[in-house]
């Protein structure tokens, strides 16, 4: 089983649409939690942290289920300009793997006119 | 959070030849920094932690004679991939470890070996 798990997509919606991404991890001593966003080519730049209680930012919204090791990000009134792949991040967790971050495959989302 | 700049961005060369990646740590001074490989429509693996003052640590199945580190600096460490092979050809990320989560990325370097 890989340690971060995401549908790799693509996901193709029309402008304006509400996506949602999923992503399970599957080291539980996991403590810090990540969504990255990257362009073709590009290097992996932060979205947003994941918190316990469920965190904002703008149109983009990320949930954190410690019990059954997942993670979600919503995006709401999707623009043209949010097309890329964004990547589940977790540290790894535990003696000396705190600092260490074990990333998904990525969701490809691709946001049409 | 910190600027890292990584240089060079794009990198062709012949097998056989020795390629250095610098990454530069900007405006922080980071005892940490990691040196991440990703292949086309793969995720970003991590190779190996550079440590300022010892040596790096790496990754399993990554090879230390191979991949170079040197993290002689606060603000500067390199990855040398010693006699590149076509299958050495990647897109190479490092990132800066600022005390705590996230770390902040280079801008990568594209290697690819004819």
């Given at each position: 089983r890989k340690e971060v798990e995401q549908d790799p997509g693509p996901f193709n919606?029309?402008?304006?649409?509400?996506?949602a991404f999923n992503c399970t991890y599957s080291n539980s001593a996991s403590q810090s939690f990540f969504w990255y966003r990257q362009d073709c080519r590009k290097e992996p730049k932060l979205l947003m942290?994941?918190?316990?209680?469920?965190?904002e930012d703008g149109r983009f919204t990320a949930q954190l289920n410690r019990a059954s090791q997942y993670i979600s990000l919503l995006i709401r009134d999707s623009k043209l300009s949010d097309s890329a792949t964004y990547l589940c991040v977790v540290n790894r967790g535990g003696t000396g793997g705190g600092n260490k971050l074990t990333f998904g495959t990525g969701t490809q989302l691709k946001v049409e006119l | 959070?910190?600027?890292?700049?990584?240089?060079?961005?794009?990198?062709?060369?012949?097998?056989?030849?020795?390629?250095?990646?610098?990454?530069?740590?900007?405006?922080?001074?980071?005892?940490?920094?990691?040196?991440?490989?990703?292949?086309?429509?793969?995720?970003?693996?991590?190779?190996?932690?550079?440590?300022e003052g010892s040596k790096a640590t790496y990754e399993q199945g990554v090879?230390?004679?191979?991949?170079?580190?040197?993290?002689?600096?606060l603000t500067l460490s390199?990855?040398?991939?010693?006699?590149?092979?076509?299958?050495?050809?990647?897109?190479?990320?490092?990132?800066v470890y600022a005390g705590n989560q996230p770390q902040h990325f280079g801008d990568g370097t594209r290697l690819s070996i004819l």
């Open positions: 919606v029309p402008e304006g649409a509400t996506v942290s994941v918190y316990s209680s469920g965190n | 959070g910190a600027v890292v700049s990584q240089h060079p961005s794009w990198v062709i060369c012949k097998s056989g030849t020795s390629v250095k990646i610098e990454c530069r740590s900007l405006d922080f001074q980071a005892t940490t920094m990691f040196w991440y490989r990703q292949f086309p429509k793969k995720s970003l693996m991590l190779m190996a932690t550079s440590n090879e230390k004679d191979k991949f170079l580190i040197n993290h002689a600096s390199t990855l040398t991939v010693t006699s590149a092979h076509p299958e050495d050809s990647s897109f190479y990320i490092c990132s």
